[in-house]
């Protein structure tokens, strides 16, 4: 009778593992088939930070591999990104501190930096897709996304006229895509409204839906020269805590007119991105931000964890959660680690 029930048992193990899921993973060859999430260098756009100026470019300090560039230098970057398989990129000026003001007035002078800088990419490099940002923050003294008022607080509608001048401005030089970053309510169907009335019905609008006030902030600002005097950025910007509110200002931005929606920061909001996938079917975007870029970076320069490792599993984790274009720091470096 026992040796009855010890055959049975060895039986049963036997049976309980006739289903080996190691067997997917028994060699690359496998894993390869049975990998359900790619990365693709044509998944990435790349930030670009603009320097005034010719024949320049300089390192942003705090964050390694990255650089601000002028014109010139900027467009061999991006002919090095295309070549790479990237297919857009996303200019961010360096204003000087002289070039500021209150009221942001360089976000819409003709022929600033930004604007000439489209013109030239798109003449040499017709073919890559570029993206603006569109925000005062890089403009204003202040170091705010828009126009404050003496309390301090960003002032909504007038900041909206604003964004949607310089959506304007950069679809007349030739940007393919727009891209509000400031959070200010309704200024997606304000510059949609603004751009189709003037012929541009062509040019997309990706929102920044859902930007939160985030505290991984701070390289981009190195980066850009732009720091806040007063306040925060709490009043227009989303707190950390929500997710429901996230996917209601998507909502209304897709409503609005909006062709494709951004998490920001991603790292830190993967569950953001799957509920909006399920929610949305317009394309997902997600932005690496400097601060996510800048840990994994500095941690390898200690020699605490392989940078090339966790920046490929960090982006394929982004992609894993429902994004479909990621905004990296990393995308020229990511992009030659996938063609290996």
């Known amino acids: 009778m026992e040796q009855h029930l010890v055959e049975q048992e060895r039986e049963n193990a036997h049976l309980s593992i006739s289903r080996r899921l190691r067997r997917n993973r028994k060699s690359p060859a496998v894993r390869s088939l049975a990998r359900e999430t790619r990365l693709h260098p044509s998944d990435f756009v790349a930030p670009i930070f603009l320097l005034e100026g010719e024949g320049n470019k300089e390192e942003v300090p705090s964050m390694p591999g990255v650089f601000r560039y002028t014109v010139d230098q900027a467009i061999e970057e991006v002919k090095e990104l295309y070549d790479a398989g990237i297919r857009a990129v996303d200019l961010f000026p360096v204003v000087p501190p002289e070039r500021k003001d209150s009221f942001g007035s360089e976000a819409i002078r003709p022929g600033n930096l930004v604007l000439t ?14 993206m603006v940002d569109v925000a005062l923050d890089p403009y204003t003294d202040h170091g705010h996304d828009g126009l404050i008022n003496p309390e301090g607080i960003v002032i909504n509608d007038l900041t909206v006229r604003l964004l949607a001048k310089m959506s304007l401005l950069a679809a007349q030089a030739g940007a393919d895509v727009v891209a509000p970053s400031d959070m200010m309510d309704g200024r997606v169907a304000y510059i949609r409204q603004s751009l189709d009335e003037k012929g541009y019905e062509d040019t997309s609008i990706l929102s920044y839906g859902a930007k939160y006030a985030s505290s991984l902030y701070g ?11 007063i306040g925060d950025k709490k009043t227009y910007q989303m707190d950390p805590a929500n997710v429901r509110e996230a996917l209601l200002e998507c909502n209304m931005d897709e409503w609005e007119g909006a062709d494709m929606l951004m998490v920001k920061p991603a790292l830190a909001y993967l569950d953001v991105i799957t509920k909006l996938r399920e929610q949305s079917d317009l394309p997902i975007a997600a932005y690496q931000v400097s601060g996510e870029y800048a840990m994994i970076m500095a941690a390898a320069e200690k020699g605490w964890l392989d940078a090339d490792k966790v920046l490929m599993e960090t982006l394929l984790s982004i992609k894993r959660a429902g994004a479909s274009i990621i905004f990296t720091y990393a995308a020229k470096h990511a992009a030659a680690l996938i063609s290996r």
């Open 219 to 229: 390289p981009f600002r190195d980066g850009i020269g732009s720091s806040l005097k």
């Open 117 to 130: 800088a489209i013109e030239k990419i798109k003449q040499k490099i017709p073919e890559i897709c570029v």
